[in-house]
């Protein structure tokens, strides 16, 4: 059994991790699988409970801005700036490792993702701790990113110590991650909570698309963030012409109000649809449908946030 708590468990939270416990811990985007970042056992457990393939590097959250100076060997400048900018938020920096993450944390790269979240039980805990905790989405490698607490029960009860409940997730999409090195355009590799836009008003030069080459990020495997129903996307305008199927066992997630027997209307705004997307496929595999239509949002930064998730829901299994 799983202990779950609010607040006042910071503190046996604190302790669980300096013993290299598991903790899940909310953030303003998904639910995270805490343990400490220095650790090597305590990431391995991570590993383990998730049921991810080892290799696949995990990111360290940090509760103060100038942690990066701790845990990245001499930063580029642009990554110092955007940490200043959007710290604590939905920004993952990838950067060049100091080695204070154990190799079981980068997957042996030379680099280490870092995010400070922006959640208030959160930040109490990493500022308790005063050290980094890897935090993978708690969820079962593969599945739906969790956003509340339930959900985080839902995958992985028994399999760890203690879940913070700070309540639903307002973001609800996982991170943008964003790699600066030295000599290097900044590279997306996930898109997220912080749009391209905003990023390359802070930097005042392009981004680049990382995501064309090969698989660099776990979160861009085909079959990332799928429910156990089957996901097809119908867009707006086809949606409004034809309908959208209605046979038995099909359930709708829709951004704009249609007539069908089964659908939960999010939003035409990308923010407010991502909010609300995960509870909802979630939601629709529990009561065990077979087929998931979802017809997405066309307004709103946080736009190719969500068609990239929703291209990773539909994609191919394997
Ligand atoms: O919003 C989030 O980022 C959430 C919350 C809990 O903070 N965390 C999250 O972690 O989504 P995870 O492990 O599910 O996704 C992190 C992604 C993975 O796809 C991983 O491959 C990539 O970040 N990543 C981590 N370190 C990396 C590195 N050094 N180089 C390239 N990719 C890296
Ligand atoms: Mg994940």
């Given at each position: 059994?799983?202990?779950?708590?609010?607040?006042?468990?910071?503190?046996?939270?604190?302790?669980?991790?300096?013993?290299?416990?598991?903790?899940?811990?909310?953030?303003?985007?998904?639910?995270?699988l805490g343990a400490d970042a220095t650790n090597p056992a305590a990431v391995r457990r991570v590993f383990e409970a998730k049921g991810r393939p080892a290799g696949h590097p995990l990111i360290v959250h940090v509760g103060h801005v100038d942690a990066i100076e701790r845990w990245a060997d001499r930063p580029d400048p642009r990554a110092r700036q955007l940490v200043a900018a959007f710290w604590p938020g939905p920004l993952t920096v990838i950067v060049p490792s100091s080695g204070s993450a154990v190799p079981e944390v980068t997957g042996?790269?030379?680099?280490?993702?870092?995010?400070?979240?922006?959640?208030?039980?959160?930040?109490?805990?990493?500022?308790?701790?005063?050290?980094?905790?890897?935090?993978?989405?708690?969820?079962?490698?593969?599945?739906?990113?969790?956003?509340?607490?339930?959900?985080?029960?839902?995958?992985?009860?028994?399999?760890?110590?203690?879940?913070?409940?700070?309540?639903?997730?307002?973001?609800?999409?996982?991170?943008?991650?964003?790699?600066?090195?030295?000599?290097?355009?900044?590279?997306?590799?996930?898109?997220?909570?912080?749009?391209?836009?905003?990023?390359?008003?802070?930097?005042?030069?392009?981004?680049?698309?990382?995501?064309?080459?090969?698989?660099?990020?776990?979160?861009?495997?085909?079959?990332?963030?799928?429910?156990?129903?089957?996901?097809?996307?119908?867009?707006?305008?086809?949606?409004?012409?034809?309908?959208?199927?209605?046979?038995?066992?099909?359930?709708?997630?829709?951004?704009?109000?249609?007539?069908?027997?089964?659908?939960?209307?999010?939003?035409?705004?990308?923010?407010?649809?991502?909010?609300?997307?995960?509870?909802?496929?979630?939601?629709?595999?529990?009561?065990?449908?077979?087929?998931?239509?979802?017809?997405?949002?066309?307004?709103?930064?946080?736009?190719?946030?969500?068609?990239?998730?929703?291209?990773?829901?539909?994609?191919?299994?394997?």
């Open positions: 059994m799983t202990l779950v708590g609010g607040g006042e468990q910071v503190a046996r939270a604190v302790e669980l991790l300096a013993s290299g416990g598991l903790v899940a811990f909310p953030t303003e985007t998904v639910y995270g042996g790269r030379g680099t280490v993702g870092l995010r400070m979240p922006d959640h208030p039980l959160t930040l109490e805990l990493l500022q308790r701790f005063d050290g980094g905790l890897v935090g993978p989405s708690a969820n079962r490698f593969g599945h739906v990113s969790p956003t509340t607490a339930g959900h985080v029960l839902d995958d992985l009860d028994g399999r760890l110590d203690l879940v913070l409940d700070g309540g639903p997730a307002r973001v609800g999409l996982e991170s943008t991650i964003v790699e600066v090195l030295v000599g290097q355009p900044p590279t997306l590799l996930r898109p997220g909570g912080i749009s391209v836009g905003q990023l390359e008003q802070v930097l005042g030069e392009p981004i680049v698309d990382g995501r064309t080459g090969p698989s660099r990020a776990a979160g861009m495997l085909a079959s990332h963030y799928a429910p156990h129903a089957t996901v097809e996307i119908v867009d707006v305008a086809d949606a409004r012409s034809d309908g959208v199927p209605n046979d038995i066992g099909v359930a709708v997630i829709s951004a704009i109000a249609l007539d069908h027997p089964d659908v939960t209307v999010l939003s035409n705004d990308a923010g407010r649809f991502g909010a609300g997307l995960y509870e909802a496929l979630r939601a629709i595999d529990a009561r065990g449908m077979e087929r998931i239509v979802i017809v997405p949002p066309t307004d709103g930064v946080l736009l190719p946030a969500v068609l990239d998730r929703l291209s990773k829901a539909a994609g191919p299994r394997s």
